[in-house]
């Protein structure tokens, strides 16, 4: 599979367009859920103007009335042109595909198609909270696989959870992120086939959630899990939402490896009609025309990688940060600070910068924090500087 190209000339950095005035405009998640002399660096969006095609998909829809429910195969054909231009990878095939109204909805539809409550789901933590919730919310267990301390598949955990797994119930079902929130991590086709060959063995179906496969560093390559041998029963969930910046504009895909079609038959046809529509022309052009901005965004990330090492290496060198392939996402290893189990309570009580807590990601996760690095490098810069008086200020309160 193929990495990213190279950006367009003429095409700026997404990530320095936007004034921190300009930011607090915004009324979403990200900017309303602290007061306003908190830096928020949490939840998962981007400090990005839309990718002007998006911008003119959303409009002209709106300056025509087009503002009723989803229909036809443009996202999954969007997707399928994608694949094959960024990763070489021509299997998308549309007739096994269907639209779902997000990720994690497609995540819990292709559970139900395929296990019951009373079978448990395997998650390599630390991991994106809402596996924990979303699972559970169905009556399903969780079971961890904890991941190396190279962030990597602990094939070893892996294989034992699988046995938990089972043991539990008869349809084990492995919930895979790739690439990996938040470690940043992007499994190689030799470890997806390993999971896929482990998973064989044990009779588990893998379920990957791949919405962070187009944010993948130019060092890196993104191998689709359903690409690799033996996956032919897996089914991965894919959306353009995280790559161009459109949580707000839900839609996503679900697809099947070619043993699954008669599991994707069974997700109920409401769930196609349940994506924005708006959403789904958005996501369509972002795909179609949006990797000029795509890889200008790419560039502006992995500068601010290199970044944010920088700064810690300077202001906070007890912290821990190992740069991830993919996402735009850093896991901090605050371990050997002073901060306790939640070191983004500390930040955000002595720094006003607001992290996602490590212990939300399950096993692993306490004595970390979660910073998003996509913003400007002015907004990273002051982020950390904070996090260094609140370094300060709670070794003097003690």
């Given at each position: 599979?193929?990495?990213?190209?190279?950006s367009?000339?003429?095409?700026?950095?997404?990530l320095e367009?936007?004034?921190?005035?300009?930011?607090?405009?915004?009324?979403?998640?990200?900017?309303?859920t602290?007061?306003?002399?908190?830096?928020?660096?949490?939840?998962?969006?981007?400090?990005?103007?839309?990718?002007?095609?998006?911008?003119?998909?959303?409009?002209?829809?709106?300056?025509?009335?087009?503002?009723?429910?989803?229909?036809?195969?443009?996202?999954?054909?969007?997707?399928?042109?994608?694949?094959?231009?960024?990763?070489?990878?021509?299997?998308?095939?549309?007739?096994?595909?269907?639209?779902?109204?997000?990720?994690?909805q497609?995540?819990?539809?292709?559970?139900?198609?395929?296990?019951?409550?009373?079978?448990?789901?395997?998650?390599?933590?630390?991991?994106?909270?809402?596996?924990?919730?979303?699972?559970?919310?169905?009556?399903?267990?969780?079971?961890?696989?904890?991941?190396?301390?190279?962030?990597?598949?602990?094939?070893a955990?892996?294989?034992?959870?699988?046995?938990?797994?089972?043991?539990?119930?008869?349809?084990?079902?492995?919930?895979?992120?790739?690439?990996?929130?938040?470690?940043?991590?992007?499994?190689?086709?030799?470890?997806?086939?390993?999971?896929?060959?482990?998973?064989?063995?044990?009779?588990?179906r893998?379920?990957?959630?791949?919405?962070?496969?187009?944010?993948?560093?130019?060092?890196?390559?993104?191998?689709?899990?359903?690409?690799?041998p033996?996956?032919?029963?897996?089914?991965?969930?894919?959306?353009?939402?995280?790559?161009?910046?459109?949580?707000?504009?839900?839609?996503?895909?679900?697809?099947?490896?070619p043993?699954?079609?008669?599991?994707?038959?069974?997700?109920?046809?409401?769930?196609?009609?349940?994506?924005?529509?708006?959403?789904?022309?958005?996501?369509?052009?972002?795909?179609?025309?949006?990797?000029?901005?795509?890889?200008?965004?790419?560039?502006?990330?992995?500068?601010?990688?290199?970044?944010?090492?920088?700064?810690?290496?300077?202001?906070?060198?007890?912290?821990?940060?190992?740069?991830g392939?993919?996402?735009?996402?850093?896991?901090?290893?605050?371990?050997?600070?002073?901060?306790?189990?939640?070191?983004?309570a500390?930040?955000?009580?002595?720094g006003?910068?607001?992290?996602?807590?490590?212990?939300?990601?399950?096993?692993?996760?306490?004595?970390?924090?979660?910073?998003?690095?996509?913003?400007?490098?002015?907004?990273?810069?002051e982020?950390?500087?904070?996090m260094?008086?609140?370094?300060?200020?709670?070794?003097?309160?003690?």
């Open positions: 599979m193929s990495g990213m190209s190279s367009s000339p003429g095409v700026t950095n997404p367009g936007l004034s921190l005035g300009r930011l607090r405009q915004r009324t979403s998640e990200k900017w309303r602290h007061p306003g002399d908190v830096l928020p660096l949490f939840v998962a969006e981007m400090d990005v103007l839309p990718a002007e095609p998006v911008v003119r998909a959303v409009t002209e829809a709106m300056s025509r009335g087009d503002t009723g429910y989803p229909a036809g195969t443009a996202y999954a054909e969007a997707l399928a042109e994608f694949a094959a231009t960024r990763w070489g990878w021509d299997g998308v095939c549309v007739e096994r595909t269907t639209m779902v109204p997000d990720v994690m497609g995540i819990v539809e292709v559970l139900h198609a395929v296990s019951s409550p009373a079978d448990a789901v395997v998650v390599n933590c630390p991991v994106y909270p809402p596996f924990y919730a979303f699972v559970r919310h169905t009556g399903r267990t969780v079971v961890e696989a904890p991941l190396g301390a190279d962030h990597r598949i602990d094939f955990a892996l294989e034992e959870a699988f046995g938990r797994a089972a043991a539990r119930g008869p349809r084990p079902v492995y919930l895979l992120c790739s690439p990996h929130n938040p470690t940043g991590t992007v499994h190689t086709a030799a470890e997806l086939a390993a999971v896929a060959a482990l998973a064989a063995r044990h009779g588990v893998v379920v990957a959630d791949e919405i962070h496969a187009p944010l993948v560093m130019p060092e890196a390559v993104f191998t689709p899990y359903l690409s690799v033996g996956a032919e029963n897996g089914f991965a969930v894919l959306s353009a939402s995280k790559g161009w910046n459109l949580a707000g504009l839900k839609a996503a895909v679900a697809l099947a490896g043993a699954a079609a008669g599991d994707l038959a069974r997700i109920p046809a409401f769930v196609r009609e349940s994506p924005s529509h708006v959403g789904v022309l958005a996501h369509t052009a972002a795909l179609r025309e949006g990797t000029p901005w795509l890889d200008a965004l790419i560039e502006g990330l992995a500068a601010n990688r290199r970044l944010l090492a920088d700064l810690l290496a300077e202001h906070l060198p007890a912290v821990r940060y190992r740069p392939e993919g996402t735009y996402l850093a896991w901090l290893d605050c371990r050997a600070l002073p901060l306790g189990d939640d070191p983004a500390v930040f955000l009580a002595h006003r910068v607001a992290l996602n807590s490590g212990p939300a990601f399950g096993t692993g996760g306490t004595g970390h924090a979660r910073l998003n690095l996509a913003t400007t490098r002015t907004l990273l810069t982020a950390v500087h904070r260094a008086t609140a370094v300060s200020a709670a070794a003097a309160a003690e």
